[in-house]
DNA sequence: GTTTGCGCCATACCGTCGGTATGGCCGACA
DNA sequence: TGTCGGCCATACCGACGGTATGGCGCAAAC
């Protein structure tokens, strides 16, 4: 199972043969397709470790005393710092969507880290810090984000400058959101720029 | 080739076999591996495809004359329209990162969707409409909300109204870092929200 | 204590599919 | 007319996901 997760994510799912799998955790094939229902089945279950492993150590941070912004901002970089391990990269954030099928990959996030950023924006909202945007797209965009934003992290030669690059950005476009319900621009307002 | 394609978008790239690719195409596989170096070589031929037949369509709207930021959220809007097609979707923002890797799928991004972006958010900070943020992870930034965005929106049940809630959110998001510019926050007043 | 049944797993095998090796067809060119 | 090379059809190989079968051990039933 830890070598499946590990397999996973250096050759990622095509990659990975059961073979390998099994030969890495000591047992046959048929051990295997007797604890999972096969390859997919496997990754599921990875996906699965990754994703609880990764909800252990946010759930303290964002469930930590304070006002509604600095836990959602300490949130948002500690998700981003989640982002960065290869192993929630790989598995989640790019092969997820693919070997699982989007909608199977949406239900699963929804009870992971889409629900907490969804639970972020919503806390943004209802506290009034920003505007009366629809919730859903808002949190999509910003995971979206998040996801994209984290992908050019790994890509980067210095992970560290960018990483920082990026916290920053996102706070600005939280901020932004800030700014404009402050100066109350109307609808009409933001189409045209005027 | 064109058949490939369909099928792609179909079954995704796992979910389709070179024999189908080569009944549909009505040639054999000696035909196949003639032209293409394999299923990989394949899958990049009808990504270019899929990229070229996006770009040729979003330049002209983009290559209008008009004020910068008419410009930029018209070319936002009409590449959020692209990523509605299951073509554009599956094979471009989906399964393009897995099969091709994440280092040559950013390669060819940069030619094509993500140098749209990058070029509209480069158009909006040269003008000095928002803020001097770093450009390249902004244009991240927004490229990934803009994919996720898409997936969303494909999802939906109610894909017209998915689709302008989307779009409202992104110019929001937008006119939030113009309206951050405008107030003059400074960096201290965006991380503590004073 | 024996038997029956069931959970657990090892082994051998099958079907599919990506990829390759071989050779035939046909036009260009000397 | 001989031959050379681009183009492609056919037959085949190896890898891999998945399955069928059966053995082993343990616990409940009697």
Redesign the pocket.
């Known amino acids: 199972m830890n070598g499946a997760v590990v397999l996973f994510t250096e050759r990622g799912y095509a990659g990975?043969?059961?073979?390998e799998v099994c030969k890495r955790a000591r047992?046959?094939?048929?051990?295997l397709?007797?604890?999972f229902s096969?390859?997919?089945g496997l990754f599921e279950a990875a996906f699965d470790a990754v994703e609880q492993d990764m909800l252990g150590r946010l759930a303290e941070i964002v469930s930590q005393p304070g006002d509604v912004w600095q836990t959602s901002m300490e949130g948002l970089r500690a998700y981003l710092q989640v982002c960065l391990e290869p192993a929630y990269q790989r598995i989640v954030l790019h092969e997820g969507p693919v070997v699982m099928g989007y909608e199977a990959w949406k239900q699963a996030e929804e009870r992971f880290s889409f629900g907490l950023v969804r639970t972020a924006v919503s806390g943004l909202m209802d506290s009034g810090l920003i505007g009366e945007l629809p919730e859903e797209p808002m949190a999509r965009l910003l995971f979206g984000a998040l996801a994209g934003g984290a992908t050019m992290i790994v890509a980067a030669e210095d992970q560290k400058k960018a990483s920082e690059e990026i916290g920053r950005c996102i706070e600005s476009v939280v901020a932004g959101l800030r700014a404009l319900k402050e100066t109350g621009w109307t609808d009409r307002a933001v189409t045209t720029g005027q």
């Not at 047992?27 to 051990?31: H, R």
């Open positions: 990975t043969s059961l073979d047992v046959t094939k048929g051990a397709y007797h604890h096969g390859k997919q």
